[in-house]
């Protein structure tokens, strides 16, 4: 059982940067898929971003150019560097994670963290 526990949220004005971690307790190495999604109030789940293990990544079209997503096998680690943040930005941001990568992308990835909420405001 993969467990994933994510950092580096927090309070941010807007233009400004913020750089999520994700630690897993196992093995990142048989995840073909990581990544993040992120949930607003009153909005649906949406996917940020992820990474295969060959290292291909896929953005969602709002935050491309400014987001980079990132993962360090050897450290089981995942990132999510964030830039020109803005206040639409602000959700609870999941680190996600899952075999199949069509799963992770058109279904419901297997493992996810607490969530960290991240806040982009004056």
């Known amino acids: 059982q993969l467990q994933l526990v994510e950092s580096g949220g927090g309070f941010v004005q807007p233009g400004g940067s913020l750089r999520l971690s994700c630690a897993s307790s196992?093995?990142?190495?048989?995840?073909?898929?990581m990544g993040w999604y992120r949930q607003a109030p009153g909005h649906q789940r949406e996917l940020v971003a992820d990474?295969?293990?060959?290292?291909?990544?896929n953005y969602a079209d709002s935050v491309k150019g400014r987001f980079t997503i990132s993962r360090v096998n050897a450290k089981n680690t995942v990132y999510l560097q964030m830039n020109s943040l803005k206040p639409e930005d602000t959700a609870v941001y999941y680190c996600t994670a899952d075999i199949l990568i069509d799963v992770y992308r058109f279904g419901v990835p297997r493992y996810w963290g607490q969530g960290t909420q991240v806040t982009v405001a004056s």
């Open positions: 196992g093995s990142m190495s048989s995840m073909n898929a």
């Open positions: 990474i295969t293990s060959g290292g291909s990544t």
